[in-house]
């Protein structure tokens, strides 16, 4: 498919590209999500949950969620690979059982374990410009991640401070429950879209439940933390 060449090396050469002039469906959009992560010949590490705030997707002018795929190498962060990178906090699941149905994913031990988490978000749009299908096509902008220390899985720890700070300074302070109304529904909300895209999430996968807060710009050798009540600190 031509969308995900062109995404592709738009990621290699660091240089945007138009928005597609097409029009294509969500079915489609994860067909070039597909095409554009077998380009990037790596295996899965994990998923993610994009859009999962009511005010993003209000601003963005879309009714659902979008689910990312995850790679190994997107866990070196390094600024200098991006394009205009954005980073966010996040809830972090670690996946404890094989989901290929959306029951597998509401049984005891799916998710075994939960860290605090940043997501590095760059768009290979230009000016971070996009459609819902067009996102969806481009790896719903994911790029990088970072995990903090992993904790016992406790279905209690779902509403909890979140203290995001750059440079030593609070840029947002807010609540895990941001992420659509409770990060634990993020289980379920992605196994229902990986089935609709014929995914399985895998033992030992990791899911990015969404974001708890806006994102910021992420600048060169910045420092970047956040601490979520319970779960503890990532720095970047
Ligand atoms: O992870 C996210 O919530 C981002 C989803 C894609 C939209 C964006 O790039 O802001
Ligand atoms: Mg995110």
Redesign the pocket.
């Known amino acids: 498919m031509k969308l995900a060449q062109a995404l592709h090396e738009a990621a290699l050469s660091r240089t945007p590209i138009p928005q597609p002039v097409d029009d294509f469906d969500v079915a489609t959009a994860y067909e070039i999500q597909e095409e554009l992560l077998t380009l990037r010949g790596e295996p899965l590490s994990g998923v ?5 705030s009511e005010g ?1 997707r209000r601003q ?1 002018g879309v009714n659902d969620l ?1 689910l ?1 795929r995850l790679t190994p190498s997107m866990a070196e962060v390094d600024v200098a690979k991006y394009i205009h990178p ?1 980073v ?1 906090p996040e809830v972090a699941y670690l996946v404890g059982r094989r989901i290929e149905t959306v029951e597998d994913a509401l049984r005891p031990g799916a998710v075994v374990a939960v860290a605090a988490g940043l ?1 590095v ?1 760059d ?1 290979r749009y230009e000016n ?1 410009r ?1 459609s819902l299908e067009s ?1 969806i096509a481009d790896n ?3 790029a990088g991640y970072a995990i903090g220390p992993w904790k016992a899985y406790d279905p209690d720890d779902w509403n909890l401070g979140v203290l995001f700070e750059i440079d030593g300074r609070p840029v947002h302070v807010g609540s895990t429950g941001a992420i659509l109304g409770d990060p634990r529904r993020a289980v379920v909300e992605a196994a229902r879209l990986a089935v609709q895209v014929g995914l399985a999430i895998e033992e030992g996968a990791l899911l ?1 439940a ?2 708890a807060t806006p ?1 910021e710009p992420l600048r060169e050798g910045a420092r970047v933390q956040v601490e979520i009540q319970r779960l503890g600190k990532v720095v970047l």
């Open positions: 993610k949950l994009g859009f999962t993003k963005m979008i990312g954005r966010e997501e978000i768009s971070f996009f996102v719903t902008s994911a990015l969404g974001a994102a």
